[in-house]
Nanobody
Framework: VQLQAFGGGLVQAGGSLRLSCAASGRAFSSYAMGWFRQGPGKERVFVAAINWSGGNTRYTDSVKGRFTISRDDAKTAVYLQMNSLKPEDTAVYYC?????????????????WGQGTQHTVSS
């Protein structure tokens, strides 16, 4: 599976943006997927995850109620809708795929990674 994230950009605080992650590979629909982010000088951390059916999702506390993860298996894509953006959301965002269909929150749990897309929120 190859993943490519895109959609990042510059947004003012309070604004919205949707990140997309395009996936190649037949097994995509059976994978759990996640989004992570890495701020300047910081470690890569978990943001959101979704299971294979899209019926279960999980979020880090700081984005609950603001971000929504979803997937479209017909288009082999995963999305991260980000609303009420804050300057602390500024980071490079990565999508990730996991062969085991169980949501996970650690970097080491994921098998496939996209290249990352920069997202900046100005105050």
């Amino acid at each position: 599976v190859q993943l490519q994230a895109f959609g990042g950009g510059l947004v003012q605080a309070g604004g919205s943006l949707r990140l997309s992650c395009a996936a190649s590979g037949r097994a995509f629909s059976s994978y759990a997927m996640g989004w992570f982010r890495q701020g300047p000088g910081k470690e890569r951390v978990f943001v959101a995850a979704i299971n294979w059916s899209g019926g279960n999702t999980r979020y880090t506390d700081s984005v609950k109620g603001r971000f929504t993860i979803s997937r479209d298996d017909a288009k082999t894509a995963v999305y991260l809708q980000m609303n009420s953006l804050k300057p602390e959301d500024t980071a490079v965002y990565y999508c990730a795929g996991r062969r085991i269909n169980v949501m996970a929150t650690t970097v080491a749990s994921y098998d496939y990674w996209g290249q990352g897309t920069q997202h900046t929120v100005s105050s």
